[in-house]
């Protein structure tokens, strides 16, 4: 009975400081991460027919990319709706070539052709960014 009554304290002590720190913990890593979290919203929609994307962006401040397969030559029309904040965009093939980079990008519609066949990243950087930006694949200027 002696052990009893001693083994019942330490059991109690323990668990109540188990009770204080493990919601602490749970508060600090919640914490931690909503620090990291992207901020803003981002929705890509792909083109059925795999020519293109559009993605339409809310407050968004972070970087997101899609991927699009293209042949020497082709032509891309390049669509910006900036509503408000900054919008980067850069295009870069696997293989190395850049064919386009543009930080602050306004409102306005252009074309960039690649040189080569490759696997293309089309990588969106937004500081609380608001608009859409559309790519479509006018095929190659070659055959025109």
């Known amino acids: 009975m ?3 009554k001693q083994n019942s304290g330490m059991r109690w002590g323990a668990n109540r400081k188990a009770v204080v ?3 602490l913990v749970i508060a600090i890593m919640i914490g931690l991460t909503a620090c990291f979290a992207a ?8 083109n ?6 559009t993605m339409e962006l809310k407050e968004f401040s972070a970087r997101n990319k899609c991927e699009l397969s293209l ?10 709706s900036r509503e408000e904040g900054k919008i980067a965009l850069t295009i ?13 990008l306004q409102s306005g519609i252009f074309t960039v052709a690649v040189s080569e066949r490759d696997e293309y990243v089309f990588a969106i950087t937004g500081d609380k960014a608001t ?10 200027r ?3």
Do not use: H, M, R
């Open 48 to 53: 059925p027919n795999g020519t293109g994307f």
């Open 71 to 80: 042949k020497k030559g082709d032509e891309l029309q390049i669509e910006i």
């Open 92 to 104: 870069s093939g696997k293989d190395g070539s850049e064919p386009y980079t543009g930080k602050d």
């Open 2 to 4: 002696f052990f009893g």
């Open 142 to 144: 070659q055959s025109k």
């Open 131 to 140: 608009g859409k930006v559309a790519v479509k694949n006018l095929g190659s």
């Open 39 to 46: 901020k803003g919203s981002i929705i890509i929609l792909e």
């Open 21 to 23: 720190f493990l919601p």
